[in-house]
């Protein structure tokens, strides 16, 4: 209820058959092991009033598939995420200044990531064995932002898209974090999804308005569903823009759709569910 003001300590730890979890407002902090284990979690849903999520509080969330931190917090604390295997997409705000060591330790479904402006440290192993990654993007353009081993285990990386020059690259730290051959591009501009799809209920033949935003330069869009009872989604055709109008029937009960972002190099985001 909107009563509740924080999830305490080991709330509700290996709690397997929870499926999806939305927090009122009132809450405002998560605590350690709050959701360890939930392995049968898919969905969640944080409002910007959190403004803490202590160590391991979604760790081993292995059906967790996306997760928008809320701008509100400031520290991504240790094994936040450790082992959410099935973790395809993860949004890190702006409000960000510091990535904890191992906080995404074993996200091996992760296949992109965007360490904002914003972060000032980037601590050791905070990316470990994350071997489905492939580009990276770091927007942050401080001097000795990453500890060593950030993206150890990391090998699938092929491109790096950074937002400082040459000389700035190899000030950050970042540069002695992959040595096995990637491409590393320079000066490149922001590339991010600033502003998630929202879940929500709606009377059948009521319209309803889909939106995501995202920075970036050439940017490309291409929304995505999946209807209740299916296993496997499908292209929504016509649907390339960043907002979309529909009048959803009766076969949308239970629907999920993301949006897959792309920019004019290649890079690529996927939305929240």
């Not at 200044?97 to 996200?107: D, E, L, V």
């Not at 092929?158 to 400082?164: E, K």
């Not at 591009?185 to 033949?205: E, L, M, V, W």
Request: hydrophobic share 35%; net charge positive.
């Amino acid at each position: 209820p909107n009563s509740v003001t924080g999830i305490g300590r080991y709330a509700f730890q290996n709690c397997t058959g929870l499926k999806s979890l939305s927090l009122p407002k009132s809450v405002t902090g998560i605590g350690e092991y709050a959701f360890e284990g939930c392995a049968g979690l898919q969905t969640v849903s944080l409002p910007n009033s959190v403004t803490n999520m202590d160590m391991c509080a979604f760790s081993g969330c292995v059906g967790l598939k996306s997760l928008a931190i809320p701008n509100s917090v400031t520290v991504i604390d240790r094994y936040l995420l450790e082992d959410c295997t099935g973790l395809t997409s993860v949004s890190i705000p702006n409000s960000v200044t510091k990535i904890s060591g191992n906080a995404f330790i074993n996200c091996k479904g992760l296949t992109s990531v965007t360490i904002p402006s914003s972060v000032t440290v980037v601590e050791s192993q905070a990316f470990l064995y994350c071997s489905g990654l492939k580009t990276v993007t770091i927007l942050t353009k401080r001097a000795s932002v990453a500890e060593e081993y950030v993206f150890e285990g990391c090998t699938a990386v092929t491109d790096v898209y950074y937002a400082g020059s040459q000389s700035e690259w190899l000030a950050s730290g970042f540069d002695k974090e992959f040595d096995y051959p990637v491409r590393i591009h320079y000066n490149c501009a922001d590339f991010a999804i600033t502003a998630q799809p929202k879940s929500r209920s709606i009377a059948i033949g009521k319209s309803l308005t889909l939106s995501v935003k995202a920075i970036g330069s050439g940017l490309k869009y291409q929304w995505y569903f999946k209807k209740s009872g299916q296993t496997s989604w499908s292209v929504w055709n016509n649907r390339t823009h960043a907002s979309e109008t529909v009048t959803p029937n009766a076969t949308w009960d239970g629907i999920q759709l993301y949006c897959v972002v792309k920019d004019d190099v290649g890079r690529a985001a996927k939305s929240s569910t």
